[in-house]
Structures are given as structure tokens and as C-alpha cells.
């Protein structure tokens, strides 16, 4: 997971004729009441892309794996074979161990963040060469 | 006694002057810079306008006369093929989704260069390089204007193109050739040149023009042909307007080279992302292909485009960033992508199918490190999946997460790693942003405050900005994305969905049967 870099930016280069307004178009206020979390099923690319997903911050984590989780991708022929103790999961890149009863919030999981989750032992039909 | 009037006939180069730079004053009421705003602001420094050369000296007149005559031999065409159907002579009625693609995504484009255009060839200083702006503006109007028309023959008997403005405004994949263009006119003058005249009608509209109109020719669409050909002859007075204007730009002052170099970096890559679609298109969207992107990428990248920076390394320009990467992608981004849009093809409006053995075969040909190795096993699980009656055809049924730069669902891999989802993030004032690459990170690091303003269909669509009047954002029902559709004026099923099932097929099927009985009835 060392690919992920979360960083400030280091220059605004932006040049405007006058007062540029700074609007941040996806503030966690618009989403009534949830928030945005971002989901990807490391090598797991029968799912196009990562999910974006309006969720409670108060949601036990166990809560997302249990109901949400299997919406996204229950239908990939390795999800039921999913062991989710020895499931391995990362925030922005950091590795953190879930506690199922506790809520996103607790676990620093703010708007758009995303986690990834690896399963060592299933790594895609036809591992890293399929899907 | 009469006085003779001596009427002085003015040569091509006089003619060409009076009708231009003789028509520039400098202002005395107002300074200069409040009535040109927009030219300084962008840090390039321009010493002196008279510098522009203007290779093709058109004056309006001339413009006048050869697009009138383009514009009617066009429109006999177009007239002829509707009389004689000429819809059914294409080889197969998937073809058609080529052209929706076409007349959604790159038609919009048109009519953002003209105004783009329209601001460049108020804002310049420089009289030369005004005038070549707006004649530029006329074009893309009626490159605009052409397409809708010849492609509108398609609309009466196809589906999926009945509301393409709307869909522009709102869907989510015409947000990443929207987002594209309205990044480039709210910029300077000087950048949006640079963008488009330079990045993307100089260095890549091979990439865009030729993968669609030879697949017209090749797949019998002698109609998008003829549009094709009646723009491409603009083309090339665009492209030598869009070197001109680098050229010129890096030739007056050695200050402008990094901000054009920057410019650069961010429109090659801006544009590489765009061509997705087409790259998409290309491979899989047409029944009967022309080459694929790979080959289309290295002869009209890689060695044009090779070519074009070795001549500009005089200037102390490099090839973009990003060029490395996107020279990979070559082998990956079309199979990505139609991957994609096949499990989301309920959400878009335009059908996509499995390839079939024999198009798997040619891929499989064509993209001997990539198709069998990383791609060929989805679409075979995918056509499993779809023949089982217990389960059918499969979509995806929750929204993708899209990056902020380039808007294009998170699908792009990881260089050197075809397994991963590339994955690159950002914090600013507080918030998390994130990207498909390192090039669109840059990007949005360089200038966040305009890209924090994104309007991200998928975000978009969960705070509630498209649904229609009678729903609740909040709580949007069984089905959020029926209710989308709804809003965004698509039929399930039948804009959209898979090809095998779909109207379009049918209707083909027998109007194509229809008319070879007529056609046998009279011999």
C-alpha cells in the first residue's frame, strides 16, 4: 500500500483576473446526514473501479461488512469464501484493525476516505492475472 | 469633366493586412490592459504581436466563399444518404452506438471551442492572432452545427441520441470530455490555446478524428465521413494556429518556456485521459476495425508526436509528463474501459455486448502482452454469467468513485502493475481528494482551488442534484438510479443496456431484411 502519498499541496499556481471564490463542491453538509466513503476489493477488478458510497458516520463497522459490503460485491464467485478475521484492511494506505461494534467515526474513517481491503488468501479468479 | 477614380487593387499580403492588423487601434479613452483584461494575467509576456505570422492569411471574405462551398457539398451528401437510407448500409446496427458516443461526448466539444474560441479572439492584444481566433470561433459552430445535422438522420431511427445536451450536462461519463473543456475556457487565453490548439488539435486530434471517421468508412457511414472531411480541411489551419501560438509564445520571451512547458504537461494529460474513449470505441465499438488504439497510439503519438518535441527541444520544451505512462496504457486503457461501461451500460446511454470469439481473437492479436493475460478471463466469466438463465446478464448495480481531475471512474492501473487500481490522494483545507494517477494529482496540487469545485456526477447524484421534482433526495426509494434516468431522460432498456436485447438490434434486423425483399421483388 505504499502507493498511496496523502500530501498538501505544495504550490497554488492558480492565476485569476480577480477574486476566485473557494468552493468545495462535495462538503460533508450536502450529504444529508452521511457521509461519502470510498470501497475497493484489492485485485478484484470484475468491479470496474473502486465504490462510492453515501454512508452514517455512526455505522458499526461490523454493520458495513455484514449488509453493505455484500451488495457491492456479493456477486463476485470469491465473496463467500471471504474470511474476514484474516481480512486485511487500510485507510488512505494505513493499516488499521477493525473493531466490528465500533463506528466509522471511531475508526478515523472521515468523509471521502477510502479504505482497501486485501484477502491474502483469495487474490481474483485466476489470481492477479484475471479478475 | 469627370475625375477618374483610380480604384487600387490591393495584393493578397495588402488585402490580407487591411482586413486584419488594419483594423486594430490602440485605445486612448481606456488603457489598454482594461480593455484587454485577459491577456497579461497568465504571466506570458509578449513583446512584440506584430512577431505572429499568420500562415494561411484568410481574410473573412475568402472564409465566406470556401466554407459555403464545403457547406453545400456536405449537405447534398447528407440529403442523399437520407433518401437512400443509407443508415442500413452500415454493417451492423452496434456500429451506431459509435456515432452516439460521437454525437454526446465530441459534438458537445464543438460548440465549447467556439466559445473558447469566441473569448481567445476578443482578449488578444495582438490583431493577427485575434482574428485567426474568431475564424477558429466560426468553425467550431459549424463544425457544431454539421454533426447535429447529419447525425440527426440517425436519431429517427435510432435510439440513445434524442437528448444529448441534457446528457451532457449531467451523465457521468460526458462529464470527462465536459470537465475537460470547461477546465480549458476558464482559463486564460494563452492556455486555452495551448489546450486545444496545441494539446489536443495539434498533438492528438489524429487520435480523436481518425479512429472515428475511417471506422465510418470502414463500417459503411459514407454520411459521418463527409462531416468528417468537411471538418478535417479546418483541422489543419487549426493545428498550424495552435503551433503558431506555441511557437510564438516561447520565441517572445524566455519567461513564458516553464509556464507553457507546465501547460503542457497538465493538456497532454488532460487529453490522453479524454481519449479513453476513443481508444474504447476503437477497439471494441466497431464491427468491422480499422487498426487498434495501440497502432493508431504508436503511429500517431509516439512517432508524430515523438517528432513534434525533438523540433521543440530547441525552445528548451520536453515531452510531457505523463508521456511515459501513457505509452503503457497503450495496452490497457480501451480494455479497461469497455469493461467498464459494459457493467454500467444500464447508467449510460449507448448498449455495449461481449465480444464475440473472433473479435476476443483479434484483440488477443493485437494485444499479445495484455488481452489474454489480464482481460480475456472478465469477458469470458461475463458471457458464462449471461448465457446462465438462472443468472443473466450482469451490471453493476452501485456508483463507481470517480477522480477529481479527470472524472473518469477509478479504473486505471497502476504503471508497471495491471492487478492494481492506481490510487494517489490529496488533502486540502481539511478535505480528502483523489485521483487516477500521479498527472492528474499534479494537476489538481497545481491549481486546487478550481478543481475542488469539480462537478462530479456520481457526488452529484447522491446529494440529490439529479433526481426529478417528485423525489426526495434524502430517500430516493427502491431504486435511486431508476429515478436518475428518469431525470436524465433515458429509457432503460432501450438507450441503454445490452445490444442483444435491445430495439436497436431489432429494428435493424428488419428494416435491413425489409429492404433486401424489396430490392428482390423488383428483379
Known sequence: MSTTTANAPATDLLRTVGEYPVIQQDDESKFHGKRLIFLSWENHLMYAAPFAVPLPPNLPFGALVRDVLPLLYGEHPEFEAIDWQRTHWFNSGKRFIPDFGKSLEHHGLTHKSLIRFRTPALEGVRGSQGF | MDTKVVKKKLGLKERYAAMTRGLHWETTYQPMDKVFPFDRYEGIVIHDWDKWEDPFRLTMDAYWKYQGE??????????????????????????????????????????????????????????????????????????????????????????????????????????VPKSFFEDAYSGGPFEFLTAVSFSFEYVLTNLLFVPFMSGAAHNGDMSTVTFGFSAQSDESRHMTLGIECIKFMLEQDPANVPIVQRWMDKWFWRGYRLLTLVAMMQDYMLPKRVMSWKEAWEMYAESNGGALFTDLARFGIRKPLGWDEACEGKNHISHQAWATFYQYTHAAAFHTWLPSESEMAWLSGKYPDTFDKYYRARFEHWAKVQADPKEGRWFNQFLPMLCQTCQVPMFFTEPRDASQICFRESTYLGQKYHFCSDHCKRIFDHEPKKYIQAWLPVQQIYQGSCYPDDINPASPGDSPVREVLRYYGIEGGADNGDFTTSPDREHFANWSGRRAVAAADKI
Open chain 2, 70 to 175: 464545403k457547406e453545400r457539398k456536405l449537405y447534398a451528401v447528407i440529403e442523399a444518404f437520407a433518401q437512400n437510407h443509407g443508415e442500413l448500409a452500415v454493417t451492423d446496427a452496434r456500429y451506431i452506438n459509435a456515432l452516439k458516443l460521437f454525437i454526446q461526448g465530441v459534438t458537445p466539444l464543438e460548440y465549447y471551442a467556439h466559445r473558447g474560441f469566441a473569448h481567445a479572439g476578443r482578449q488578444f492584444t495582438g490583431a493577427g492572432a485575434r482574428v485567426a481566433a474568431q475564424m477558429q470561433s466560426v468553425d467550431e459552430l459549424r463544425h457544431f452545427q454539421t454533426e447535429t445535422h447529419a447525425i440527426s438522420h440517425y436519431n429517427k431511427y435510432f435510439n440513445g441520441m434524442h437528448n444529448t445536451n441534457h446528457w451532457f450536462d449531467n451523465v457521468w461519463y460526458l462529464s
